[in-house]
């Protein structure tokens, strides 16, 4: 059992990848090598953990050449490298990537141990429409750190509250959800992100990319940040950078003493909700 830490570092690495229509295997291999430089940099600031976005790796999974050429298994090639880089510097990581599960894709993240170990993995539940041709998710995960209970999401599950509110009831002090997105939807996302965090007493952290969308022609803005449980938002600029926050899981207890709607629940008038 771990004694638990107040103070997590984060580092949030806002990533220009090469995002192209038909996206191949090189392409991914091209990636990789930035996510690792980027790594690289952000372990001069002494990070716990840190958080790429979403298809940093291989561009959005609706454009990529070969779905079955870019994917890969869990563990595979890509987590393996990160493993070596949070063994080296003693963090975690999180990352999304393509799955393939015999003749199933995913969008899915991960979270690797400082012994480079994957701890978790959660298969996205919410596929934006644009892929909604992967396989769906079928549940929300929690992996246990010495910081307290972690907590994923992938961009647009940050769009519905009982994704969020099912982590925070597993136990989830701080939610990160890598992300591809426009301004428009940034800004939609903040605003979800706030209300996530106020309602479950919780940090989220979402990472998006820098660059074009390589199917719509989109700009895609960066703009990562963090939520705080009282809606507050820390918010990067529109070029690629490493960002770092240090959190101090004291606050949500502190916050608790005014504001605590969790506790005030009524589980048992919910469960129509299921029927509708």
Not at 203 to 211: A, C, K
């Amino acid at each position: 059992m771990y004694k638990t830490k107040n103070l997590l570092r984060v580092g949030l690495i806002q990533m220009d990848p090469v995002l192209k229509k038909r996206a191949e295997r090189e392409d991914k291999k091209v990636n990789l090598g930035k996510a690792l430089r980027l790594i690289n940099q952000a372990a001069k600031e002494s990070p716990d953990i840190v958080c790429f976005p979403e298809f940093a790796f291989t561009g959005p999974a609706s454009t990529v050449l070969s779905i079955e050429e870019i994917s890969e298994t869990i563990p595979g090639p890509i987590t393996e490298a990160l493993g070596k880089k949070a063994r080296e510097y003693s963090l975690y990581i999180v990352a999304n990537l393509l799955e393939r599960d015999e003749d199933r894709h995913f969008n899915s993240n991960v979270i690797i141990s400082p012994k480079g170990e994957i701890i978790g993995r959660y298969r996205k539940v919410h596929l934006y429409p644009p892929e909604q041709f992967l396989t769906l998710g079928s549940r929300f995960l929690v992996c246990e750190t010495e910081f307290g209970k972690i907590g994923m999401l992938i961009c647009y599950d940050i769009a519905f509250p009982e994704s969020a509110r099912i982590l925070a009831l597993k136990g989830a002090k701080i939610v990160f959800c890598p992300t591809m997105g426009p301004a428009w939807l940034l800004e939609f996302f903040k605003r979800c992100a706030q209300a996530r965090a106020i309602e479950n007493q919780i940090y989220l952290v979402v990472v998006n990319v820098v660059g074009t969308h390589p199917g719509t022609g989109e700009k895609i803005i960066g703009k990562s940040f963090v939520a705080y449980p009282t809606g507050e938002i820390t918010e990067l600029g529109e070029e690629e950078q490493i960002f770092m926050v240090t959190i101090d899981f004291k606050e949500i207890e502190n916050i608790k003493k005014r504001w605590w709607p969790l506790k005030d629940r009524h589980p048992e008038t919910y469960a129509e909700i299921v029927k509708l």
